[in-house]
């Protein structure tokens, strides 16, 4: 039909880099616990609903831990660590990290598994040290075993669930589990980590999916560009690197990028374009912005694809719907998933309905987390997913496209003589920027930066550390929520700034000693849901 409306899913798939590149050490699990929920789930589903195309977004940064967890044989991360070892050799230090930590996961995950949830209760809200230390002694060999084979069972979304025999039986059983066991599950866990890049390769080669990238280290583009720091040689690494490691495992250069966090300028857009990326998203606020005080309603320009500049390299740009994006996010977990897929087809039907017979030169951009909502769905998401996927399987007049299969077959663009510089967050960037935490972890940066540049060239592993210390994710995390993570994260922070001057054979200023959020710790423990929410 050619009113038929296109429909275009992007899930965002990202973790920064948690791997210190000096002592190996992963400081943090989510890679390897979100390949056996969201990142085996969602790629999986697809599977059923051949009509159905989506656009995934994987982070170099993401692609490359997935890459290393794979290929080595064994990684020195503190909770595949303490997994890993016999029960009944635990010190009362490890014991400790474990009842901290090995209850991180929404509290859907803890309840859908009745010996998790008892031992939970046993464990207690509270996470500081002191009542902990009081209960281990309560904790058995065979308690203890069993936190640590439902820590990563917990984590197995649908997928292995219902398809596994490993990860179904271990669930049956409950309770009262072996070393054996566990080894085998940590096992199996390692497979699935080295089975999610060739998965979503060969789902790109079946024309099936379209998968774009983001600048290396997830920076905020802008903020590296004409619109912070002048940071302009940065901002060109992190793109062409982006690229350069995109071709290296998926065979192709990739056509799409998603800035990150959405963000855009028209520098930024400049930069992309001239590396030759074909189009790049942002969010519906960015577009209103751009045409502020001109002519341009919300009613003709919502759901265009546009152009961005007038350089030979020219650059399309599509713009997420908000409403559509965010219920997926932060409200249809709440619902049963018949009643959410319902709702949210019901929305696209009357966009479709509105735009009639012009339809076909609208794409309607759905863009959000591909990883973490799935944590706040009772069912992982699959409800959900499934009633969405299968009414657009069968609707004879919308389709789920990919954005560069849409933007290949429809060559109509409006153009924006003037992009907004902002994010998908309140179409600015003061999430990164703004706040006394935010300007000092940048005001750190740069004087990393003037300090070790100044004094010449620095080798290529010390210079890197500054480029993973511009992601966004560091700065995001100040002044946020006030749990433990804005420690962890501001640790991370400041260690990859103290990793530059160890790379570069210079002593350590004092001032990179000192937490930039409150006072750091060196355990990190939560309560089910705040780590995952995060990561």
Not at 104 to 128: A, T
Not at 422 to 429: M, V
Not at 486 to 508: C, E, P, Q, T, W
Request: hydrophobic share 35%; aromatic share 12%.
């Amino acid at each position: 039909m050619k009113d038929k409306l296109s429909v275009a899913f992007l899930w965002h798939m990202h973790q920064p880099l948690y791997k210190d590149l000096i002592t190996g050490r992963y400081h943090l699990p989510w890679v390897r616990l979100h390949a056996t929920h969201s990142y085996l789930d969602m790629i999986q589903v697809l599977d059923a609903f051949p009509r159905v195309k989506c656009t995934f977004n994987i982070t170099p940064s993401l692609i490359y831990q997935l890459l290393d967890i794979s290929e080595n044989e064994t990684i020195d991360d503190t909770y595949l660590n303490l997994s890993i070892k016999d029960s009944s050799m635990l010190t009362e230090d490890e014991k400790l990290f474990i009842l901290k930590n090995f209850f991180s996961i929404h509290p859907f995950g803890v309840s859908g598994l009745p010996r998790y949830q008892d031992l939970f209760k046993r464990r207690g809200e509270k996470v500081s040290n002191d009542p902990l230390t009081g209960k281990i002694s309560k904790f058995s060999e065979s308690d203890l075993r069993d936190i640590q084979v439902l820590f990563n069972l917990a984590w197995c979304g649908f997928t292995l669930r219902e398809k596994d025999p490993l990860v179904g039986k271990l669930i049956k059983k409950g309770e009262g589990y072996t070393e054996e066991e566990k080894r085998e599950l940590l096992k199996r866990q390692k497979e699935v980590v080295s089975s999610i890049l060739p998965a979503y390769k060969k789902m790109q080669d079946e024309g099936k999916i379209e998968i774009s990238t983001t600048p290396f280290y997830h920076p905020i583009l802008p903020l590296l560009l004409n619109d912070g720091f002048n940071y302009n040689e940065d901002a060109a690494w992190h793109v062409k690197k982006a690229i350069d490691l995109y071709k290296k495992v998926f065979g192709r250069k990739p056509a799409g990028m998603w800035p990150a966090e959405g963000s855009v300028s028209r520098s930024a857009a400049e930069l992309m374009a001239k590396r030759g990326i074909k189009w790049i998203a942002s969010d519906e606020g960015v577009l209103m912005e751009s045409f502020k005080g001109s002519s341009g309603t919300r009613e003709n320009l919502i759901f265009r694809p546009f152009n961005v500049g007038n350089w030979p390299d020219n650059i399309s740009i599509v713009f997420r719907d908000p409403g559509l994006s965010n219920a997926i996010s932060f409200e249809y977990a709440n619902v049963p998933g018949a009643k959410a897929s319902h709702d949210f087809f019901r929305n696209i039907t009357a966009i479709q309905r509105w735009l009639g017979k012009e339809s076909y030169k609208h794409i309607v951009s759905v863009i959000l987390d591909g990883e973490n909502p799935w944590l706040y769905y009772k069912d992982g998401g699959k409800g959900f997913l499934t009633g969405v996927y299968g009414r657009l399987e069968s609707s004879p007049n919308i389709e789920a496209v990919t954005i560069n299969g849409f933007l290949k077959k429809n060559r109509e663009r409006k153009q924006i003589k003037k992009l907004a510089s902002g994010s998908w967050i309140n179409h600015n960037f003061r999430k990164w920027i703004g706040s006394p935490q935010k300007d000092k972890a940048w005001e750190s940066l740069g004087k990393v930066r003037r300090d070790l540049l100044d004094s010449g060239k620095l080798p290529e592993d010390a210079m890197e550390e500054l480029y993973i210390a511009e992601s966004s994710d560091w700065f995001w995390w100040y002044d946020e929520f006030g749990t433990e993570l804005n420690f962890v994260f501001d640790d991370l922070f400041r260690m990859h700034l103290k990793n530059a001057y160890r790379l570069s054979g210079r002593k350590i200023p004092g001032y990179l000693d000192e937490p930039i959020h409150g006072t750091g710790v060196d355990l990190p423990g939560h309560a089910p849901g705040e780590m995952a929410r995060a990561n």
